[in-house]
């Protein structure tokens, strides 16, 4: 008998990442490539990931919240790696998830790919191929030294 402190509901299943994820991350297929990438006005964030991958699984909801903050700046794509062998080997994708970031069909910047992708290292990526930079770090107020004597 399984122990019932053992069941897992997987990281996906939450409603409100679900929610999100619906809004902000568009699935497509090889059919729909030239359309959505390279037709597109915004630069591209595409995610090729497997259904059955743990990594993948863990990494959607980060995928979402970024999708989430750039909503309308860049435009988030998922592709299922499996069944779009076709366009995973014209982009040179072997593993799952791996995250391409393109701007008129045109790779740009480096892909991120691996079992722990970090949200920092995604929101970098995306802040970098739109051009954003990060903000300085506040600096010290200026403090009059007061020399003895002067």
């Known amino acids: 008998m399984a122990n019932r402190f053992n069941v897992r509901v997987p990281v996906t299943e939450d409603p409100a990442v679900k929610a999100v ?23 591209v964030a595409l995610d090729f990931y497997a259904k059955d991958s743990k990594a993948c699984e863990t990494f959607a909801p980060r995928f979402a919240a970024v999708a989430e903050k750039f909503s309308g700046k860049v435009r988030f794509l998922k592709v299922a790696r499996a069944t779009n062998a076709k366009l995973a080997e014209k982009l040179g994708v072997t593993a799952c998830p791996t995250i391409v970031f393109l701007q008129g069909g045109e790779e740009k910047g480096e892909r991120l790919s691996g079992e722990d992708i970090k949200r920092t290292d995604l929101k970098a990526r995306v802040e970098a191929m739109i051009g954003v930079t990060a903000a300085p770090a506040a600096q010290p107020a200026n403090k009059v030294s007061r020399t003895p004597g002067a």
């Open 21 to 43: 994820e619906a809004l902000h991350v568009k699935e497509i297929a090889e059919q729909d490539y030239e359309a959505e990438v390279v037709a597109a006005a915004l630069p």
